[in-house]
Every structure is written in structure tokens, then in C-alpha cells.
């Protein structure tokens, strides 16, 4: 796949903003911090807005027109550019293996409670196989078309909310009666490996923007614009449920199935599955979709000959967990405080630092 303009500012605007928001909207991030729950986000968002900044995006603009696999096989060589490239595939894959079993397990939960795991995975891996096998561009199209209608269903609920007098501020008071040390401690690593931190997957897809003027203004509005909507819902969170948000499994959910006006107005539910489904839907699609470009580029390969054997990984990798409760204890235990972070942040800077210091060593010479 050639990086040729595929998609517009709103496009680009658009899928970082469902994919930051994701499901992250209806839990409570950053529970360790209690009712400070919310600064602890806040917080997080804003160390990932400086990486995002002035790391991630500064190895896109020194190396404008090209991947991920491309600067790592320019800036550490065939053998370390190759190894970092296979781990990053499987990186990728893991994320979205995750988002798979995730929603899959809701779905079961929700909707589907008589049916298999094995059958629901194979329809939504499908589902987000064709989106892929259809390109960049046109997934791009699709977050275009799915973001005001997520929008709007959030703002509906958060106002729902508001006008059934369920949130109540005082419920986040008092303010860091603990210090800040509770803030930070549940604010880093955790938060900022999910989700602010993962926005290391658009080096996969930042080369297919052609304006490139616009991509560091479009991406950090984005993300400051889907960070603070994240923020928002969280004080709507606690503000709604209080100390039970810290128990709840889909606080959100529990919040809104409150809400009931004049008797005409309530059993919110359904409209909070699907927040849930869009968001996990286009977070595991995108992963999926790095997953393929990195693997194809890096076999030299069309990405439709990729999508095969990577659906595979993530449809076998699915079925590996013994339980929703042992992916999330996996996840929590050592992926967000030990595994994401070398990839979202480690190998980032120090591949910053290189690109750095040999276009510095170029400039001397020449």
C-alpha cells in the first residue's frame, strides 16, 4: 500500500478520538485514587499529551513519509530494526487480542449468554477482518461516520444524567485529602498505558496523511479534545455513583440505568452497550489493522495477503485466556505497568534519541 492522501483532517480527527475514548469513557480510570479518580486522568492525560508531543509525533516528522518498520529498519539496522519490527507485530496483535476477548465477553454477558466464545469471536474477527481487507482510507470513512452519532449518544446520557439530579459534585470532595502521592501512583504507569498512551499505533498510519502542516495540530486537538471528554465522564462517574463506582464493573452503565423521568425516560442500558461495542470495535480494528501494514511492510507484502494469518494469531491468542476475570487480572498485574510502557514509551525515545543524534552527526559532516 503506497502512502498516498487517503483520508481528511476530520477523518484522522475522527478515528483518534474513537479510539482514544474506546471503552475507557465507561469505567472508572484510575480507581486506586478513589473519589480523586478524575485528577489522577487528568494527570495522566497530560504526561501522555507531552509524549504524544514531543515524542511520537517528532519521530513522524523527522521521518515524514514513512512507517514505523521503516524508521526502526533505517535508524537500528536490518537485524535490531527487524526484531523491534516483529515485536511490535506482536504488540499489536496482543492489543487487539485483548479488545477481541473483551468484547467478546460482553457480548456473551449482555447479549449472546447461550452462545460460544469461539463462535462469537469468529463473527466479530470477521467483521473487523473486512474493515481491514477494505483499507486504510476506508476505515477512516468509517470512524468519519460512527463518531457524531457516538458523540451525541454520550452527551445525551451525561445530560440524562444531569437532568434526573443523580450527579452530585459534592461526591467528589474533599479534593486530594490523601496528598498527591495517591494521584500519582494510580496515574502512572497505568493510565498512561491505557489509554493515553497508546497512540504509538498512528505511526502505522500517519505516512497515508498527506497535509503534513496539519498532522501535529490535527492530532493534538484531537487527543486534548477525547482526554478531556474522558475526564468528563469520570466526574459524571463519581459524581453519579460515588464510593460504588469503585466496585462497579461498568460503572457508566450502572449511572445511567438510574435515570428515569416522568416514567417515560429510562432503561438507558442498551445505549450504553453501544458506546461499549462501537468503542472496543474500532480500538481492536485499528490494532488489527497496524498489526497487518507492520507484518506486510515488513515481509514486503500486499496487506490483504497479512490478513489471514494475522487474524489467526488474534482469534487463537483470544481463546487463551481462562476468563474474562484473568484478562483483566493479566492486564492490570503486568501488561499496563510493565509490558506497554517499553512499547509505548521505552523504544519510542530511545528511537528518538538516534533519529536525533544522527541527523545531528549528518548535519556536521555536511
Not at 469520570?234 to 466496585?247: H, R
Not at 515481509?299 to 476475570?325: A, D, E, N, Y
Request: with cysteine.
Amino acid at each position: 500500500m503506497r502512502a498516498i492522501v487517503q483520508y481528511s483532517r476530520f477523518q484522522l480527527s475522527a478515528l483518534i478520538i474513537l479510539f482514544q475514548i474506546g471503552s475507557s469513557s465507561l469505567f472508572l480510570l484510575a480507581s486506586d485514587a478513589k473519589r480523586d479518580a478524575w485528577i489522577a486522568t487528568l494527570f495522566a492525560m497530560l504526561v501522555g499529551f507531552a509524549l504524544l508531543a514531543f515524542v511520537t509525533l517528532s519521530i513522524q516528522k523527522l521521518a515524514p513519509r514513512q512507517n514505523l518498520v521503516d524508521i526502526l529498519l533505517a535508524y537500528f539496522g536490518k537485524y535490531a530494526g527487524t526484531v523491534l519490527a516483529v515485536s511490535y507485530i506482536l504488540y499489536f496483535s496482543y492489543k487487539s487480542i485483548r479488545n477481541f476477548r473483551e468484547f467478546s465477553d460482553l457480548m456473551i454477558v449482555y447479549l449472546l449468554p447461550h452462545t460460544p466464545l469461539a463462535v462469537v469471536l469468529l463473527v466479530l474477527i470477521l467483521l473487523s477482518a473486512y474493515a481491514v481487507y477494505q483499507g486504510v482510507e476506508v476505515f477512516f470513512r468509517l470512524a468519519e461516520v460512527l463518531l457524531p452519532v457516538v458523540l451525541i449518544v454520550y452527551c445525551a446520557l451525561i445530560f440524562l444524567l444531569i437532568g434526573a439530579d443523580i450527579v452530585h459534585l459534592e461526591r467528589l470532595q474533599p479534593i486530594m485529602e490523601g496528598g498527591v502521592r495517591p494521584v500519582f501512583d494510580a496515574a502512572i504507569p497505568e493510565v498512561i498505558s491505557f489509554p493515553f498512551g497508546e497512540m504509538v499505533v498512528f505511526l502505522m498510519l500517519w505516512q497515508y496523511y498527506g497535509d503534513r502542516k496539519t498532522l501535529s495540530r490535527v492530532t493534538l486537538f484531537s487527543y486534548l479534545f477525547a482526554g478531556v471528554f474522558i475526564v468528563v465522564t469520570n466526574i459524571a462517574i463519581i459524581g453519579s455513583l460515588g464510593p460504588v463506582s469503585l466496585i462497579s464493573s461498568i460503572p457508566f452503565m450502572m449511572g445511567t440505568s438510574f435515570v428515569q423521568i416522568a416514567s417515560v425516560i429510562e432503561r438507558m442500558d442498551p445505549f450504553v452497550a453501544l458506546l461499549l461495542f462501537t468503542g472496543v470495535f474500532m480500538k481492536q480494528t485499528t490494532y488489527f489493522l497496524a498489526a497487518t501494514l507492520t507484518a506486510s511492510r515488513l515481509l514486503k507484502l500486499r496487506h490483504r495477503t497479512m490478513i489471514l494469518p494475522v487474524g489467526m494469531v488474534i482469534f487463537g491468542g483470544s481463546l487463551l485466556f481462562r476468563s474474562q476475570m484473568a484478562q483483566v487480572w493479566i492486564g492490570f498485574k503486568y501488561n499496563l505497568k510493565y509490558h506497554f510502557p517499553i512499547f509505548q514509551i521505552a523504544i519510542p525515545l530511545l528511537l528518538l534519541l538516534i533519529m536525533l543524534a544522527k541527523n545531528r552527526q549528518m548535519k556536521v559532516r555536511a
